[in-house]
């Protein structure tokens, strides 16, 4: 069990704020932390790995990482952190970054082949995609054997065919080992795929907590589906107006009434919900994470 109490006083989006986090996480489940830019979602990963210095308190499996007297150093606190850039050794192959870590060499040969790079192990870093890159990435971050693997959006640069490829090694690995994760996402589909709990983050303080079910299906009634998306365009077609809506990477068109026309701007966030025999179109007056 992994029991965290913190508080330190951030720069947000909207000026001074406080971050002020008290949450339970169970070993080996995988929470999913998403919430608006400047929320703290990092600066909370960051105190974690004892990157970021606040007041409270960490307990990881009845051990004090952080108290009023105390804060256990980097080095001594089992942690496995994966940011957005890579940060790979460029003069040292796939194996030689991972053995760096730790010379547990049956380890790495296990990590290799959960992320399909036993034949790239050879190869130095600047001859690998992005994609191949992150994955080299997770498997160092694995070699320290870590009680907590921390994600900051580490899918975020890359495009949606090998994002889709990186979240099934993420869960591979996850299966494989059973460490306890957090990982910071904006994806709805993302974190329905990967984790057990969401919690969402606004102004340094967690305002939902649930199940992935509970915080991302926001079905109601006999609507079929629901999808929040932002106006791109509004397009006048003889009689009728087609608006233009971005659902994550998709781009779908939706015929709108006179009246929605009329109420509906370029740049609204909207939701999308499907009856039984149309799509309709709402104001999203819920925050986008």
């Not at 105190?47 to 108290?67: C, M, P, Q, Y």
């Not at 983050?201 to 629901?226: A, C, M, R, V």
């Not at 939706?254 to 909207?270: F, G, H, M, N, Y």
Request: glycine residues 6%.
């Amino acid at each position: 069990m992994i029991h965290i109490d913190i508080q330190k006083e951030l720069q947000g989006s909207n000026g001074k704020m406080d971050l002020d986090i008290s949450i339970d996480i169970k070993s080996k489940s995988f929470l999913a932390i998403s919430g608006k830019s400047g929320s703290g979602k990092s600066t909370f990963l960051r105190i974690l790995a004892g990157l970021s210095e606040a007041k409270g308190k960490i307990v990881v499996d009845d051990e004090v990482w952080l108290d009023s007297n105390f804060s256990l150093d980097i080095q001594s606190r089992q942690i496995g952190f994966v940011f957005q850039d890579y940060a790979l050794f460029d003069n040292m192959t796939i194996s030689q970054n991972l053995l760096f870590v730790n010379k547990d060499k049956e380890l790495a040969h296990t990590l290799l082949d959960i992320c399909e790079l036993q034949d790239m192990s050879h190869r130095l870093p600047s001859m690998l995609s992005g994609g191949q890159k992150q994955r080299v990435a997770l498997c160092r971050a694995m070699m320290k054997r870590p009680k907590l693997l921390l994600l900051d959006e580490p899918l975020s640069a890359l495009d949606v065919q090998m994002r889709t490829k990186l979240q099934d090694e993420i869960l591979r690995l996850y299966q494989h080992f059973g460490t306890t994760t957090l990982m910071v996402s904006h994806e709805p589909s993302e974190m329905y795929k990967l984790s057990d709990r969401i919690v969402v983050l606004d102004q340094g303080k967690i305002i939902k907590d649930g199940t992935p079910q509970q915080i991302l299906l926001h079905n109601k009634g006999s609507q079929k589906f629901s999808f929040d998306g932002k106006v791109l365009d509004i397009i006048k077609a003889d009689t009728i107006y087609i608006a233009i809506v971005a659902i994550g990477q998709q781009i779908v068109e939706v015929v709108l009434t006179p009246k929605q026309a009329k109420s509906i701007s370029v740049e609204d966030r909207v939701s999308l919900s499907s009856k039984a025999f149309g799509v309709n179109i709402d104001y999203n007056l819920t925050p986008i994470p």
